[in-house]
Structures are given as structure tokens and as C-alpha cells.
């Protein structure tokens, strides 16, 4: 019976929201920019009757509603996009060059609208605090808005993350660790330059820096547990000032995923002694900066069992997926949970001819989720506040 009242509320507003997902996933924002995204939210939250706090976390907004004397149960959802060409042909694509909602942030962001909407016609007997998140895809938002009190009342607090893995109408539930805790790597390889002809008289750094990045890759599978799978990625490198000059330095930037958080920990100096041992065999130096950015998602159990009971009760038994690996993706709602129990579910968003996946020029997750998700997010705030 919940599940129709949903439908018929729902159904009265989802236009609406669809058209404002279209709207943003047309003007998308990087992280810490995300100030139309934000005017936008913000307003449309003040004119159906919620409380709104703005420039919380720099460019996030908070919005509260229902009573507050027994605490809020928390809904997080992100707001930046990434900056990748859009190619998927849509006739809401990006009007912004080189700017992309390819993580589905703009569906998070709608889902957040949806859940205020659908809230607002009920009468719960306890507060609800949905958190418009900005800079998640530099993993700094959740801190930024969490040194601005916003766990402060806070019980706790439900995350959802679109899913190309799964269909349209799955949930995707995993018990216990869900993302990878990540780090970012830089390497300065400092050679000695020389004439490209004669390259015995130098010392080549970009050699150096292709044996680090192939080295590195080698190490971890002969001297790292392979049961704590670890994921290395060098994704920019840059380096010389001509093409008849031996580079003296080359400078390379990644990114490490490890789902064990004692490997995660003994990992920096890991990298440092491996990455200085190859450089120093020839005949260069490397200096290793290890910057830990966000722990893994470790979804809290109570708030894990609501989700899952919720989704059973409203999609049945058959839609629920139980993922049983985590993934090596990192996510800053992991932040929250530091100091909140809470949890996030994974939302399918492939229709019949799939989709391709997040951070990809032709992502396109189907839409038809947001309505789902919704009714999953408010069916676990109310179990959660029973």
C-alpha cells in the first residue's frame, strides 16, 4: 500500500523533477564550483517549504524539515561534475565544453529534490536533513561541509550512487565495506640533462619515469598480498622541454585504491622506498609525496538492514542484487561516516541497451531511476525514524 501512495505523489511531481535534471545535467559545474547548481537547489527547496542553509562547505546547501528536537535523519547526495567532453547525443547534452555530469551527480542532486518534494506531503515524527554536497570528485566537499557542523544533530545519514552494473530497477546492497580508501601519488624524477643524441651523458628521466610506472605495477604483484588487492594508476605525466634534449625531470600523478586499510596504512612508504630504489638503479632521484584522501565507505549495519528491508518491501526480493566485492572507486560520504552511522546503496541505471560506464564521455544512466530511488530513500527515513 506505501509503495502506491508513493506512485500517486510521486507521479504528481516527477516531470518536474525530471526537467530539472535535464537543466543541470545540461549546465554542469566542477567541484567548488557548483554556484548556479546551488541557486538553483536552493531556491527550489525554499518555494516548497523547506529550511535552507547555502554556502555551507563553500558552495553546498543543507535543507531541513519536520520536527528537530529528537535529531534528522540524513540524506547525502553530490552536485560537480567532471571535466570530459560529453558524447552521448542527447538533446540535454552539456552546453558547457569539456564539462560532463559522467558520474551522474545531476540524478544524485534530482533524487535530493525528490525525496524534499515527496517529503513535504507527509507528516513524519522526525526532522530530515538532505545534503547537497559540492566537490565530491576531488574528495574535499564532505570535509569542507562536515568542518561546517553539518553532522551536528545528524542520527543518521543514507548515500546512493548510480550504477551501470545494474539494470533499471535493481538495488545493489553490500554489507560492511563497499569503496576503497584512496590516496593521490606525485613522483618528481629528477635526471640530468644532456643531447638526445649522446644519452649515456645524462640521465634520462623520462626512461626513469616509464621504468617507475611499469616497475611499480610489477612490484605489486610479486611483493604486495594479492588477496588485499591493491590498484596503482599514474594518470598524468609531464615532462622535457624538447625533442633533442635529454629530460632532466618528468613529473608523474595518481591515484592508489586499497579496500585493506592496513595495507592502506603501510602503503606511502611502500610506494616511497619502491619508486626510490627504481630510480636510484638508475642513476636518478625520486621524490614521493603519498597524500591519503578519503577512508573507504564502510556501511553501518542498522542503517544497511533499513535500506535493504525497504527496497524488499517496496521492489521485492528479485530487485535486490547482494554485491559482494567491494569497489575500488573511492567516495567521500566515507567522511560522514567518521562521524554518523549511515550507509549507501548502489542504484541500477542500465536500461536495455546498457550503459556505458561513470567518467565516460557517453554515460548515460537512465533516468527512470530517480522515481525509484526516491521512494526507496523516503521508505528508509521513515523505518530509520520509527
Not at 524539515?65 to 571535466?83: C, E, K, T, W
Not at 545531476?106 to 515524527?125: P, R, S, Y
Not at 592496513?262 to 612508504?269: I, K, P, S
Amino acid at each position: 500500500m506505501q509503495h502506491l501512495i508513493f506512485d500517486e505523489k510521486i507521479d504528481s511531481f516527477i516531470e518536474e523533477i525530471l526537467e530539472l535534471r535535464r537543466h543541470i545535467h545540461s549546465h554542469p559545474e566542477l567541484s567548488g564550483l557548483e554556484h548556479q547548481t546551488a541557486v538553483l537547489i536552493a531556491g527550489y527547496l525554499k518555494e516548497i517549504g523547506w529550511t535552507v542553509s547555502e554556502s555551507i562547505g563553500r558552495t553546498g546547501v543543507t535543507a531541513e524539515f519536520g520536527p528537530s528536537q529528537n535529531g534528522f535523519i540524513g540524506l547525502r547526495v553530490d552536485m560537480d561534475a567532471l571535466p570530459i567532453d560529453e558524447k552521448t547525443n542527447l538533446t540535454f547534452s552539456s552546453k558547457i565544453d569539456g564539462i560532463m555530469h559522467a558520474c551522474g551527480h545531476d540524478i544524485h542532486t534530482c533524487i535530493g529534490l525528490g525525496v524534499a518534494k515527496l517529503i513535504k506531503t507527509l507528516n513524519l515524527n522526525i526532522g530530515t536533513r538532505i545534503i547537497f554536497q559540492p566537490a565530491e570528485e576531488i574528495a574535499s566537499g564532505a570535509k569542507w561541509m562536515i568542518d561546517d557542523g553539518v553532522t551536528q544533530g545528524l542520527n543518521q545519514i543514507i548515500g546512493v550512487h548510480v550504477y551501470p552494473d545494474l539494470p533499471l530497477g535493481k538495488i545493489g546492497i553490500k554489507e560492511g565495506g563497499m569503496t576503497a580508501a584512496a590516496a593521490e601519488i606525485s613522483v618528481e624524477i629528477i635526471g640530468k640533462s644532456g643531447h638526445g643524441a649522446r644519452p649515456h651523458q645524462g640521465v634520462d628521466a623520462i626512461w626513469v619515469a616509464a621504468k617507475v610506472i611499469s616497475g611499480v605495477q610489477e612490484s605489486i604483484t610479486r611483493k604486495l598480498d594479492s588477496l588485499n588487492p591493491v590498484v596503482i594508476t599514474f594518470g598524468k605525466i609531464n615532462g622535457g622541454k624538447a625533442y633533442n634534449i635529454i629530460s632532466e625531470k618528468v613529473n608523474i600523478l595518481g591515484t592508489a585504491r586499497c579496500t585493506d586499510l592496513t595495507t592502506f596504512d603501510f602503503l606511502g612508504e611502500w610506494l616511497k622506498k619502491t619508486i626510490s630504489e627504481i630510480a636510484t638503479s638508475c642513476g636518478a632521484e625520486a621524490i614521493v609525496k603519498f597524500r591519503p584522501i578519503t577512508p573507504p565507505v564502510n556501511n553501518d549495519l542498522e542503517v544497511n538492514k533499513a535500506i535493504r528491508d525497504s527496497a524488499i518491501e517496496l521492489f521485492g526480493y528479485e530487485n535486490i542484487v547482494e554485491l559482494q566485492k567491494p569497489s575500488m572507486g573511492a567516495e567521500d560520504f566515507a567522511e560522514f561516516l567518521n562521524y554518523v552511522p549511515g550507509a549507501m546503496f548502489r542504484l541500477g541505471v542500465a536500461n536495455k541497451r546498457g550503459c556505458a560506464p561513470l567518467h565516460t564521455a557517453e554515460f548515460n544512466p537512465d533516468e527512470g531511476a530517480i522515481k525509484l530511488a526516491v521512494k526507496l530513500i523516503t521508505q528508509t527515513i521513515i523505518k530509520l525514524g520509527s
